[in-house]
């Protein structure tokens, strides 16, 4: 009598969504770890997302992608992965400034593309809103 595979824990459900989302951002672009939480169905679950990626067990993994919601690299200043994540996103041409990266924004989710208000007339040429 064969053998029923055995079911996927939680656990290792949500370790594969995250690291499915964080392969899904695009080269030369950035995502924080409450967007990629988000993106993989986890909504509230940044720390998670984190902690998969410490482990650091899965090769080839675009890492160096996720970054805090501020856009700041989470690694100490000067360690070496803070200098290899640098590294790697200017590779991409992702422009990397006293550890944060600025002026880029992970791309919408279709829920934002769909359910955003509108852009303000006071938008600039890029797209973004203005704060006020």
């Known amino acids: 009598m064969p053998r029923k595979p055995n079911p996927e824990t939680p656990a290792e459900r949500s370790r594969r969504l995250i690291l499915a989302a964080v392969r899904a951002v695009p080269r030369g672009e950035v995502a924080g770890y409450g967007e990629v939480a988000r993106r993989a169905g986890l909504p509230g679950r940044a720390r ?12 080839g993994l675009p890492w160096h992608r996720v970054l805090r919601s501020d856009g700041r690299i989470a690694f100490p200043d000067g360690s070496p992965g803070f200098d290899e994540q640098v590294q ?5 041409g992702v422009v990397v400034e006293a550890g944060r990266v600025r002026g880029q924004r992970a791309a919408a989710t279709l829920d934002e593309l769909m359910w955003a208000p509108p852009l303000s007339p006071r938008a600039d040429a890029a797209g973004t809103r203005r704060r006020r």
């Open 48 to 59: 998670l997302v984190a902690k998969v990626l410490s482990a650091g067990d899965e090769p």
């Open 88 to 92: 790697r996103l200017r590779a991409e």
